[in-house]
């Protein structure tokens, strides 16, 4: 398993696809900070907190940005292997399909918690940055820990909520149709983020669930983990089965 991940570790180091779901992710930190700081200069009286600058960013990443990041990569990280004709090479030596596979998983795990920690640590910096000219309030080392454990449960969440799209790019092939998917997924989270429906929608429920706000939603917080945890285990178990009855050419 170590192997497997040191070779995607030094595929994604030669393609720009890392470089590329890096940038995207860290465009939300700057844009929260921007945003906060236009806030403060047009309403001095409106404080900058590092409250809002992690609420602001968990809600812009796991509505919008993180999943499309996460599905791009995801969807490179399989089609590639097609489009370049490297699975037969892979599958000479001792590896099995459902090995591979999970490699693969893992992968896409750790680049998931890599991304929001990554946000969690720009934000930390922007904030001390933000500092030095402009109050910012609950500058604290617990402040700080309480929303890494949620950035990293926003990772993990992501994680659960991204296999449908693993699905469709081994059915598929192709980047396409997961791309497709996704976008249809995040118009549908824009509209559903502050309605009663969001508990029962995954990758809204995700938000909602790391937050603490889905009491507000009329969905019980057992529902949403299940529907998610359900999806999930579905996505894997699509994902593996169909990858198995894959005739490598």
């Known amino acids: 398993m170590l192997s497997l991940l040191?070779?995607?570790?030094?595929?994604?180091?030669?393609?720009?696809?890392?470089?590329?779901?890096?940038?995207?992710?860290?465009?939300?930190?700057?844009?929260?900070?921007?945003?906060?700081?236009?806030?403060?200069?047009?309403?001095p009286d409106n404080g900058i907190s590092v409250f809002n600058l992690y609420d602001d960013a968990l809600m812009f990443l796991m509505l919008l940005f993180a999943p499309m990041v996460l599905t791009i990569l995801g969807a490179w990280l399989i089609s590639h292997e097609y489009t370049d004709g490297t699975l037969k090479n892979i599958f000479v030596i001792p590896v099995s399909q459902t090995t591979f596979?999970?490699?693969k998983l893992l992968f896409f795990a750790m680049l998931a918690f890599m991304f929001m920690f990554l946000s969690w640590l720009v934000i930390l910096v922007l904030a001390f940055?933000?500092?030095?000219?402009i109050p910012v309030t609950e500058l604290t080392f617990p402040s700080f820990l309480f929303f890494l454990i949620k950035m990293?449960?926003?990772?993990?969440?992501?994680?659960?909520?991204q296999t449908p799209f693993l699905y469709l790019t081994i059915r598929t092939k192709e980047f396409i149709a997961p791309l497709a998917a996704i976008a249809a997924v995040i118009l549908v989270n824009v509209v559903l983020s502050n309605s009663g429906a969001a508990g029962f929608y995954p990758w809204a429920a995700s938000y909602l669930l790391v937050m603490g706000r889905l009491s507000g939603q009329g969905c019980p917080k057992e529902v949403s983990v299940l529907i998610i945890l359900v999806m999930g285990l579905l996505g894997i178990t699509a994902s593996i089965l169909r990858f198995k009855k894959e005739e490598v050419k």
Request: aromatic letters at 10%; hydrophobic letters at 50%.
């Open 6 to 43: 040191q070779c995607e570790c030094i595929k994604l180091k030669r393609s720009k696809f890392l470089l590329i779901g890096i940038l995207g992710t860290l465009i939300v930190p700057f844009f929260v900070a921007v945003k906060a700081v236009t806030n403060y200069l047009t309403h």
């Open 101 to 103: 596979l999970w490699g």
């Open 129 to 133: 940055l933000c500092n030095c000219f």
């Open 152 to 161: 990293l449960l926003g990772g993990l969440l992501l994680c659960a909520t």
